[in-house]
């Protein structure tokens, strides 16, 4: 059974960094892409991020470019979200989610960590 | 950026109708789209890929179908666990989601 399980969510002020972790299992982590999707308080889906399998391609939404970093380790089927510079409208319910295959949907999402930014 | 408009917002439909949701794409997206659900405190499940292909587990009463830049997922009878909000995504180019239809009763 494949299992995401996020981890790292806090509460922040504004300027600070917190990392996001994401613990796969129940598949070949390094077979997939992963990603991450986050959903602001009340608010829809918005994606943040993804990376390929190797780690070697990394994407990024507009709102965060620069100030988020994506990775991950396949020795220990890990997906992290290093954020930096956070600000308010950061806050959100942030999800790991796994592609189905090379630019496809994703077909397995964690139950999410909240961050929440403020003063 | 392509960009995804959903519709209508809110539906508002009774347990044993059909819902028709719509997604339109800014441009075309040939059928490299997918639905999801989100029920209230829970994860985005994947419901359709590749506009029209059910995933895994899901009922039959879930159907997608459109190509381009117009496409449409219908419930053909909801059930309780329908009420939900939906979602559509491509992913022809990078990652974009739709603002979301909820169905309510």
């Keep these: 059974e494949v299992q995401l399980l996020e981890s790292g969510g806090d509460l922040a002020q504004p300027g600070e960094s917190l990392r996001l972790s994401c613990a796969a299992s129940g598949f070949t982590f390094s077979d997939y892409g992963m990603a991450w999707v986050r959903q602001a308080p009340g608010k829809g889906l918005e994606w943040v991020s993804a990376i390929n399998n190797g780690g070697f391609n990394t994407y990024y939404a507009a709102s965060v470019r620069g100030r988020f970093a994506i990775s991950r380790d396949n020795s220990k089927n890990t997906l992290y979200l290093q954020m930096s510079s956070l600000r308010a409208d950061d806050t959100a319910v942030y999800y790991c989610a796994k592609e189905a295959g090379h630019a496809r949907p994703f077909d397995h999402w964690g139950q999410g960590t909240l961050v929440t930014v403020s003063p | ?105």
Excluded at chain 2, 23 to 32: D, K
Excluded at chain 2, 56 to 64: E, H, L
């Design chain 2, 1 to 105: 950026e392509i960009v995804l408009t959903q519709s209508p917002a809110t539906l508002s439909v009774s347990a044993g109708e059909r819902a028709t949701l719509s997604c339109r794409a800014s441009q075309s997206v040939t059928t490299n789209l997918a639905w999801y659900q989100q029920r209230p405190g829970q994860a985005p499940r994947l419901l359709i890929y590749d506009a029209s292909n059910r995933a895994t587990d899901i009922p039959a009463r879930f159907s997608g179908s459109g190509s381009g830049t117009d496409f449409t997922l219908t419930i053909s009878s909801l059930e309780p666990e329908d009420f939900a909000v939906y979602y559509c995504q491509q992913r022809l180019n990078s990652w974009t989601f739709g603002q979301g239809t909820k169905v309510e009763i």
